[in-house]
């Protein structure tokens, strides 16, 4: 399986140092209907208790259920940056190998709204964030922060 097709918003406006990369397995853009393992598409979008910013959607090729072990791997590194994911189910290999790049997997009922997910995480931000989601925020800021110093032992320069 490979990714298909992906797609970048650029938004000047949105900051998206400040906000958390979010990611919804859909298919429709409006609501999370896919299990995480067996996701045709990943709706990813930057969020702060002020705003929401699509930044991607990736589509994947054609996805064999069993035996195809590698179809995590396009789908893990198509979310690396996330903080979270939200999917319908995701099987416990995944959870693993999400955590290990620091994204919360979120099982969430089928059907349920994208926005209203959002409304609800920007809610939970503005009221203080809940444990998982202050240990999101915190795994994004660090990679953020360092990113200068991991320049600067690699020998990068102006």
Known sequence: MQLQRQLRVVDPVADIEASLKVA??????????????SAKSFAIYA???EQATLLEV??????????NEDKLTVKLEALKGCGIVYSQAVGSSAVQQLMRLNIQPVRVEAGSRIADLIK???ED??????AWVAKALASHRKESSD????????????
Request: net charge negative; aromatic share 10%; charged share 25%.
């Open 58 to 67: 990736a589509q994947f090729g054609r996805l064999d259920q069993d035996g």
């Open 120 to 122: 609800s995480l920007q």
């Open 147 to 158: 990113r200068f110093d991991t320049m600067e032992d690699e020998g990068w320069s102006e």
């Open 47 to 49: 969020i702060n208790a």
């Open 24 to 37: 919804f397995a859909t298919t429709d853009m409006k609501q999370v209907n896919q299990h995480f393992g």
């Open 125 to 130: 931000l503005v009221q203080g964030p809940s």
